[in-house]
C-alpha cells in the first residue's frame, strides 16, 4: 500500500491510500500518523472509503507531525569518505523537529539569515508502525510501517558553528517528506537514491550503501529511548553534497530539488528567498 496524507479544502488534511496516479481512497483519519497510532492500521489501511482526486500541491508531509525525527550523519559509506572521514562503529544522531517538515512539492522559504549555505541531502526516511522499545536487529523489521523519501535541507553555516550539528537542519518547512509511505510489504529494501538539482543529477547512489541499516538503526535507537508509531528516520545521505565540491556549491533562489527513490517516489521543492 501507499499512503499519503492530502490537504483538504478548509485547511484540514485526510489520510488516504492511494489507487492511482491522481486517485486515491480516503481512510477515515487525520493523517497517516494518526492511523499508524492504530493498532491494527493495516486493516483500516485498506478498507473501503470515499474515492478522491489530488494534485501534488494537495500532498501535506506524509507523516505532518511525527513525535521524533532522528536523523542519521555520516552513513553513506561514499559519502562519509568525500567528507575525509573514517566509517564510523556507530550512528552519529541529531534531531530535527516536525516544524521543519513540508510538503513533498512545497517551496521552501528561506530568510535572509538562512541562505548563506543552503545544500541539499536526499535521504531515505524510516517510519515505525509500532513500539519499538529495546529491540533487536534481527526482529527491527517488523517494527517498520514503511518507507518515504526526504530532503534533509542543510544550512552548512549554521551546522559548523558548533560541534552541534542540530541548528543547521531545522529550518522550517525546509524538508520535503513523502510523497506517500510504501509499506514495508511493498519495497524490496534498496533502490536507487537520485538527487536533481535544476534537472542536474547531483546525488546518485543505491541505499544498500548505508553502513548502518535501518533494521541496526532501530535496534541502536531504542536501547536509548523508545521509538512509537510515526516516528520517522531519515538515515543519511549518499556522496554529491554541494558542500563537499571543489568548489562549494549551494542552493539558490529559484533552484528546485528533486529527489527520487527507485521505487518510493519522488519529492522536488523549490527554493524561494523571501
Not at 87 to 105: Q, R, S
Not at 165 to 171: C, D, M, N, Y
Not at 240 to 263: Q, S
Amino acid at each position: 500500500m501507499q499512503l499519503m496524507t492530502l490537504r483538504q479544502p478548509g485547511g484540514t488534511t485526510t489520510a488516504a491510500r492511494r489507487t492511482g496516479e491522481t486517485t486515491a481512497v480516503k481512510i477515515g483519519f487525520q493523517d497517516v500518523g494518526e492511523l499508524l497510532a492504530q493498532e491494527n492500521w493495516q486493516e483500516l489501511a485498506a478498507a473501503d472509503g470515499e474515492q478522491v482526486t489530488f494534485q501534488d500541491k494537495d500532498l501535506a508531509p506524509v507523516v505532518p507531525r511525527p513525535g521524533k525525527v532522528i536523523c542519521v550523519g555520516l552513513n553513506y559509506a561514499n559519502h562519509i569518505k568525500e567528507m575525509g572521514r573514517e566509517l564510523p562503529k556507530v550512528p552519529t544522531l541529531f534531531i530535527k523537529f516536525a516544524d521543519a517538515l513540508t510538503g513533498p512539492y512545497d517551496d521552501v522559504n528561506v530568510p535572509e539569515w538562512g541562505r548563506g549555505a543552503l545544500d541539499w541531502e536526499g535521504e531515505l526516511a524510516v517510519v515505525i508502525g509500532k513500539r519499538a522499545r529495546r529491540v533487536v536487529e534481527a526482529e527491527a523489521a517488523d517494527y517498520i510501517a514503511g518507507y518515504a523519501v526526504a530532503n534533509d535541507y542543510t544550512m552548512r553555516d549554521y551546522q559548523y558553528a558548533t560541534l552541534q550539528w542540530h541548528q543547521g537542519k531545522s529550518l522550517e518547512k525546509s524538508a520535503g517528506f513523502g510523497p506517500w509511505l510504501t509499506t514495508r510489504d511493498e519495497w524490496a529494501g534498496a533502490g536507487q537514491l537520485t538527487t536533481r538539482l535544476n534537472g542536474e543529477v547531483v546525488q546518485n547512489d543505491s541505499t544498500s550503501d548505508l553502513v548502518f541499516t535501518p533494521e541496526f538503526l532501530i535496534e541502536y535507537i531504542s536501547h536509548i529511548y523508545p521509538l512509537n508509531p510515526g516516528d520517522t528516520i531519515l538515515t543519511g545521505t549518499p556522496g554529491g553534497v554541494g558542500h563537499a565540491r571543489d568548489p562549494k556549491r549551494y542552493v539558490g533562489d529559484g533552484d528546485v530539488v528533486t529527489i527520487e527513490i527507485e521505487g518510493l517516489g519522488r519529492i522536488s521543492n523549490r527554493t524561494v528567498f523571501e
